[in-house]
């Protein structure tokens, strides 16, 4: 089965319309395997040997994939038919000590832990204790979510909480510093506003997820921590498995956590995050020798060394899919991802956190699971471990390939520059690892393929969820990569290749323009690689095949997606009035509007007068904002006081009150003229210096850019289009700086006004986050036009909005406000 999973962890949402022993050898420590009565050696097994052959197969390929997606160390265990049959340790667990790593390793595993909150509550449903659709006021009568719910009789259930789908984006805020009691996390949840309807869609929430773990306690007249050390840690046998912050830092087997930077090739040092507030959401750390015994209770429908702990039924149910995730592709259960490897159920999950990942799996009808820990705190391996396992141990993968076979890899050696939402400005580049084609996603890793399928297709051996071809041209050059997943075909085309056009300008001009729709969607017909294209903000230049028979012109990137133009009648007879485009067999029609002056770049910058911003905001000196900070999707507010200049020094201070604060400068260095640096700390992240990308985007989020000229600090700017909106006539702006993500910038063509950002947050993971941000009520203050009420959203923490108290210019410049990070 193809779908949208990661490893490219990037899904173009279209429109937006709104996841016993048989073998330990080279795996357990020598003297686990050793006897001092070994018995004479018997006729080699023709299983065991093929179990061998596949097993060495598999550890050659998790070292390969373990160096290319940057991970320090790792460890693996797998279990069939309820016994271990390999567990093995890759790496080291500390980089500066080369501790290597072994199965008895422990790693946080994160998320992982949620399938054991949600396994408690099926011992208590099958004890009459709780219901899966008890209203969770019935245990917790004053956690009462604000859920946006047609019914008003709605009521959140356990259920509810245990698949995602309240409606609530992830509040991460509540919990990241670990200051607050988890009652009092839950009454902040409280006041929080949804992000989307009630049941309708999924949000991962580990703040929900731990009031289930809260109302399972309550049922049970006992803490949660109790309940998963004597339910099941203690018959699990699960004996190198802990539960909490401070006793996996007192155990020597715990690994040190890094990051990898990816744009500074290096790993950085993460410190482990207490989990205390949100424990029953992620709080376990174990070894892959214990969480085998987990897996072999799972897989045994609950039953473990011929003890019951829960009923097959109810622990059926966590495994029951209860909301989509991605349609046809992925549900989620109750603290398990549902799909499909190769036509069989797939249940797995995995955890991140600071310095740590991790992943379990389940093929149940094999009977095969697989659990991967990991000291890095996101990798591909995540989303690709389990289908090298499944691969190496049920295929013929693991046979010996013929090296004679000599497929010329060298015509599809270069790099495709990638124009997919994410990627902006980068290239995937193919190149040959370990004898194999590879494909290396920025950011990610290196993806091996396997050999072409009738469809010429070549599936990453890591997932058999993404794939790619090649296009060539008439005389056999390769010229583009597809990328296939998730029923969508991108077209990369190989650096230096131009198309040969498709369309002839004046042919099609009569249909390029703007269109909108009644949702105030406006969309742009354009010509791009030569052909007609549609524009569609937000995501992506979509590409159009010919017209077909109908009339109609599909998007090349999914066929059944497609448009068709709409002609007017009377007097605008031959004219093309507006289009419909069919997506999922639905229409969505648009309206053309009326051609318009495309405005140069000196003409936007006269008409907002650029210059005597900047101008004013070099007379402001020093300036002091003073501003109130709500996280309305989290039911916070609080505080921030932000001191900046124009020549580039910054000081923000942020408080939240008990949840804690934060701090980040820009200062300059210490020589006349240097550029500047940065560093940050905060109760939920540790004093860092910011360098690489991350300071770039500081930089590139100082007032000074977008309330001066922001020519100063991109290196290039493009007007894309002008659009006619409820906001009235808006400029729409491409601005782009080496190494960042494009940013979008919506300039009001009456003030000059900044009023809308489209961007990429990047993360030291190398996660880019799409965020917008709204600008509105501008005032002039001192010169400057500044805006008094300031929106941000982004899929995870929903929207913070941010209100201007007070504005003070030139300040006093007292010592130390914008000082180098302390050494100490």
Known sequence: MRSSKPPLQRVVQLLARGAGV??????????????????????????????????????????????????????IAIVKNDELIYAHGFGVSDLDANTPVTPETVFAIGSATKAFTSTLVAMLVDEGKMGWDDPVTRHLPDFELQIDAADDAAAVTIRDLLAHRTGFARMGVLWAANTIARAQVLSYATKALPVAPFRKEFHYNNVTYMAAGEASAKAAGRSWEQLVQTRLLEPLEMTHTSLDYAAAQADPALSSGYTWRDELETFEPAPMRDLGAIAPAGSINSSVLDMAKWLRFQLNGGEFEGQRLV?????????????EIAPGVVDYGMGWMLHEWQGQALVEHGGNIDGFAASVAMLPDEGLGMVLLTNVGMTPLQASAHTLVFDALLTDAYFPQDEGSGEDFSRFVGKYAAELPGFEGQAFEVLVEGGKLAVDVPGQTVYTLKAPDDDDWRVFEQTDEVAVSFDEDEEGRVVALRLHQGGMDFELLREGVELAPEVDVAQVRAYLGHYRAETGMTVEIL?????????????????????????????????????????????????????????????????????????????????????????????????????????????????????????????????????????????????????????????FEPRKLLDGQLLDQALRDHPRVMFGDWRDHFESETVLRTDNDARGEVHVVELRSEGLPAVQIHVDAKTGDVIEIHAHALSAQGLRVPTTVKLSDYRKVEGMRLPFRVESSNPQTGTTVVTLDEVHANQSDEPGRFAPMPSD
């Open 311 to 323: 009923s097959a039924a109810a622990l059926a149910q966590t495994r029951s899919a209860q909301i």
């Open 22 to 75: 048989l073998l330990l050898i080279a795996c357990t420590p020598k003297d686990a395997l050793e006897t001092p009565d070994a018995a004479p050696a018997s006729t080699p097994d023709p299983q065991q040997a093929e179990l061998e052959a596949r097993l060495a197969y598999l550890e050659a390929r998790l070292e390969e994939a373990r160096v290319n997606a940057h991970v320090p160390g790792m460890a």
């Open 527 to 683: 010509v791009h690689n030569g052909r007609l294209a549609v524009d569609i903000p937000g995501q992506m230049v979509f590409d159009l095949e010919l017209p077909d028979s109908s009339g109609d012109y599909h998007f090349r990137a999914k066929y059944d997606l497609f448009l068709s133009f709409v002609m007017g009648e009377g007097k605008r007879a031959g004219e093309v009035v507006g289009m419909t485009l069919f997506q999922d067999g639905e229409p969505l029609s648009f309206t053309r509007e009326p051609g318009k002056h495309r405005i140069s770049l000196d003409e936007l910058h006269r008409k907002r007068k650029t210059d005597r911003r900047k101008r004013a905001m070099d007379k402001a000196g020093l300036v002091l904002f003073e501003q109130r900070v709500e996280l309305i999707n989290s039911g916070v507010s609080g505080t921030s006081r932000i001191w900046f200049d124009s020549s580039g020094r910054l000081r923000e201070e942020s408080e939240l009150g008990p949840l804690g604060g934060g701090l980040l400068i820009l200062h300059p260095g210490s020589g006349e003229g240097s550029e500047l640096h940065g560093w940050s700390e905060s109760s």
